[in-house]
């Protein structure tokens, strides 16, 4: 069992920015893969960022591209997601998964992750 606790979300202008972390506790943390995906409202959860178990590999979709990133910390069971220039588009409750895979590459579809946390809200006033 894997469990995954986020924080950092709040209330935020366009422009601004916003660190998330998720907690991770269980399995042994650097064992598994990280992802955050984010549902906005009216939309469908999507894939935001992921890295690998070792950290050396990130994906990061085309919408937050050169604005967020994903980093790991395996000494601190944490993953973050560092959020700039933020838009209101990017509104959303926000979830870190865990993918229990040691592969080189991250996966972008929901179904292959086998925890999830409970979210965060980020909102981004205009």
């Known amino acids: 069992q894997v469990q995954l606790v986020e924080s950092g979300g709040g209330l935020v202008q366009a422009g601004g920015s916003l660190r998330l972390s998720c907690a991770a506790s269980?399995?042994?943390?650097?064992?598994?893969?990280m992802g955050w995906f984010r549902q906005g409202p009216g939309k469908e959860r999507e894939f935001v960022v992921g890295?690998?178990?070792?950290?050396?590999?990130?994906y990061v979709s085309d919408s937050v591209k050169g604005r967020f990133t994903i980093s790991r910390d395996n000494a601190k069971n944490t993953v973050y997601l560092q959020m700039n220039s933020l838009k209101p588009e990017d509104t959303a409750i926000y979830y870190c998964?865990?993918?229990?895979?040691?592969?080189?590459?991250?996966?972008?579809?929901?179904?292959?992750?086998?925890?999830w946390g409970q979210g965060t809200q980020v909102t981004v006033s205009s």
């Open positions: 998964a865990a993918d229990l895979n040691r592969d080189s590459y991250v996966r972008r579809v929901q179904d292959d992750y086998d925890y």
């Open positions: 269980g399995r042994t943390f650097s064992n598994y893969a």
């Open positions: 890295i690998t178990w070792s950290g050396g590999y990130t």
